[in-house]
């Protein structure tokens, strides 16, 4: 059975950090793509980072250099710390493995 199990949300103020992580198991065969997404209120879900088997990464414009997602390859885990937050950055991530499963979601505010 797969599962993937998120944690790491939470409430913070504008300019905080926080780390997100996806642990993966029941996958039936060897994780090449590791995402995160994410869906603000009334919005889209949109693509903030992906990661390769082979750590090539790619980032959404409003988020690079700010956040920085990561992988455990043995742990079948997904990362990602994000940086100089913002309140734009408020919404519900989740992560996605090989485009098939997804987690189910972590809510991120960022407010005073």
């Known amino acids: 059975q797969v599962q993937l199990v998120e944690s790491g949300g939470g409430l913070v103020q504008p300019g905080g950090s926080l780390r997100l992580s996806c642990a993966a198991s029941?996958?039936?065969?060897?994780?090449?793509?590791m995402a995160w997404y994410r869906q603000a209120p009334g919005k889209e879900r949109e693509l903030v980072a992906d990661?390769?088997?082979?750590?090539?990464?790619n980032y959404a414009d409003s988020v690079k250099g700010r956040f920085t997602i990561s992988r455990d390859n043995v742990k079948n885990t997904v990362y990602l710390q994000m940086n100089s937050l913002k309140p734009e950055d408020t919404a519900v991530y989740y992560c996605?493995?090989?485009?098939?499963?997804w987690g189910q979601g972590t809510q991120v505010t960022v407010s005073s």
């Open positions: 990661i390769t088997r082979d750590y090539r990464t």
């Open positions: 029941g996958i039936p065969f060897r994780i090449n793509a």
């Open positions: 996605n493995i090989q485009t098939i499963y």
